[in-house]
């Protein structure tokens, strides 16, 4: 008789296991192009990720968020007459603990953007000094109104109006700002920071989840602080409200994989289309000793600090209109996205519907970055060229378009495919470190590894049975006759995930 030519390696006996549910089946993310960065930024970007031996997505989104925030209401970017959009970016970096979505901002978050913050501050003890001074006039201007009232009274005559006089005392000059309680943001953007801030969070879904903790209008501000339009702040312990002249600011943050899945569950009201989302695929860590040129982005990105708004008041951004060679461009774009948008469903509809306006954003953001990185001392940008307009849509429709079909489709897969993966990332990850026995316990997974959203015996059975398909495991039958109780569940591991392990 013959013998089957594989009988004498058990292992080839295996089925393949299925690899792709170790990363929920996502698809592959597109490459950033950096090249719309300029040479200048591009070169800047792939030292700093260098050095955090991190993806360039994750050194680019808060470098496009800061230059988003330092032109702020100083320029606005113009399509028509009647179209004109803030410059205000919400980009969020998403990864696994260890993928240096942290490391590739503590350039920009660390050293760079500290100087800049202490160069905005430069001339506010001389405006406090100058309040103060204004402050005590006041008082002085006060008590004589009230003696000039009295005197009125006792002579029966008209009383005269008060003095024009302003107690509220001037708040430092901000650019980033962690307390995100509505009010506090509101007023700073009223007095402190009339270009906009930059919110910075580590955790953006801890922001969205308690943006309507404490102010059951939270989630609308939040809405409307991407628009750049007029917004109200009533106050219960103070009579006046307070009103901001354009509501609009940038966001920076990032967020896990396994946290999506809760923000996708909630109903559309667009919040979550406003980001630009950067999730790109982790690198082998290699550490790099090449310098990261702090001082040079810090001379680059003061140029945009120094930008002003149009004296006025209240004082008014200036608008930069598209050139009329990149008109035609956008419409074109435009359709696109909407005939786009016409065949989406769920919140790609609203990723689509927000495209051409990101476009819009991102094309002023890109003449900017082009023109403080460059040398010389030309002056700012008055218009948006065509190449600008042309590097941001593909920016859209190359990156950013793919990035949310990837957080919004891969992001919401069904539980027990998401906590499979997560069995499946331990599995690899305890076998790298020999740690992993044979023959896999479904209570000792529960018990010993601790693994998120994997506490129940449901949960934890619904993900192997999920991996059982995978051909990752094969349950192993409880034997009979045994001592009466809960049975063993117990699952032979697939010997071939020795190969994947050697291969990471």
């Known amino acids: 008789m013959a013998v089957h030519p594989d009988f004498d390696d058990p292992i080839k006996l295996w089925p393949a296991p299925d690899l792709g549910i170790m990363n929920d089946n996502r698809r592959p993310p597109p490459a950033f192009p950096i090249d719309v960065c300029g040479h200048e930024w591009a070169t800047w970007i792939s030292q700093a990720a260098k050095g955090a031996a991190c993806p360039l997505d994750y050194g680019a989104a808060p470098l496009l968020a800061s230059v988003s925030a330092l032109i702020g209401h100083a320029r606005w970017a113009q399509a028509t007459p009647d179209w004109a959009e803030p410059p205000h ?16 901002s503590d350039v920009l978050m660390r050293h760079v953007l500290p100087e800049i913050e ?3 501050l430069k001339d506010f003890p001389d405006q406090l000094r100058e309040w103060r001074a204004k402050c005590e006039l006041g008082k002085a201007a006060d008590e004589k109104w009230k003696s000039e009232v ?16 302003d107690h509220r005392e ?3 000059p901000r650019l980033r ?6 009010e506090k943001v509101a007023v700073l953007l009223a007095s402190a920071a009339p270009k906009g801030l930059l919110i910075c969070r580590d955790e953006l879904s801890g922001w969205i989840d308690g943006m309507s903790a404490y102010n059951p209008a939270g989630r609308a501000f939040w809405v409307e602080a991407y628009g750049g339009r007029p917004y109200t702040v009533d106050r219960q312990k103070y009579p006046e409200p307070i009103v901001i002249h354009r509501l609009a600011v940038a966001v920076f943050g990032g967020t896990q994989p396994d946290k999506l899945a809760v923000l996708m569950g909630e109903a559309d009201d667009g919040l979550l289309s406003r980001l630009l989302w950067f999730w790109p695929t982790s690198i082998p860590f290699q550490l790099s000793r090449a310098p990261s040129g702090v001082e040079w982005a810090i001379t680059a990105l003061d140029r945009l600090r120094m930008l002003d708004l149009q004296t006025a008041d209240p004082p008014q951004p200036i608008m930069v ?3 009329d060679a990149a008109v035609p461009l956008i419409e074109s774009f435009g359709r696109k996205m909407q005939q786009l948008k016409n065949r989406a469903g769920g919140k790609m509809r609203s990723a689509y519907g927000k495209a051409r306006g990101q476009a819009l954003r991102l094309s002023l953001n890109l003449e900017f970055m082009w023109w403080c990185g460059s040398d010389g001392f030309a002056p700012p940008p008055t218009r948006i060229s065509r190449k600008a307009f042309i590097a941001a849509a593909a920016l859209v429709e190359d990156y950013f378009v793919p990035m949310a079909e990837r957080v919004y489709g891969d992001a919401a897969l069904p539980e027990d495919e ?27 997974l529960r018990r010993t590894a601790r693994l998120p959203g994997l506490r129940e015996a449901e949960t934890v059975r619904a993900a192997l049975t999920t991996l059982v398909e995978a051909d990752w495991f094969v349950p192993i039958p409880a034997r009979s006759g045994g001592a009466p109780g809960r049975k063993r569940e117990d699952y032979a591991v697939n010997p071939r995930l020795k190969g994947v392990c050697d291969a990471e």
């Open 170 to 172: 001037p708040q430092s």
């Open 89 to 104: 970016l919400w980009c969020c970096g998403v990864g696994d603990s260890g993928d240096g979505k942290s490391p590739g």
């Open 321 to 323: 209109p598209l050139d």
């Open 177 to 182: 700002q962690y307390d995100v309680t509505v």
């Open 118 to 120: 202490r160069r905005m």
């Open 418 to 444: 998401r906590l499979a993966a997560i069995v499946a990332r331990w599995i690899v990850s305890a076998r790298l470190a020999e740690k992993t026995p044979a023959i896999l316990n479904a209570r000792e």
């Open 150 to 165: 009295r005197e009125a009274h006792k002579k029966n005559l008209q009383p005269p109006l008060p003095p024009m006089t």
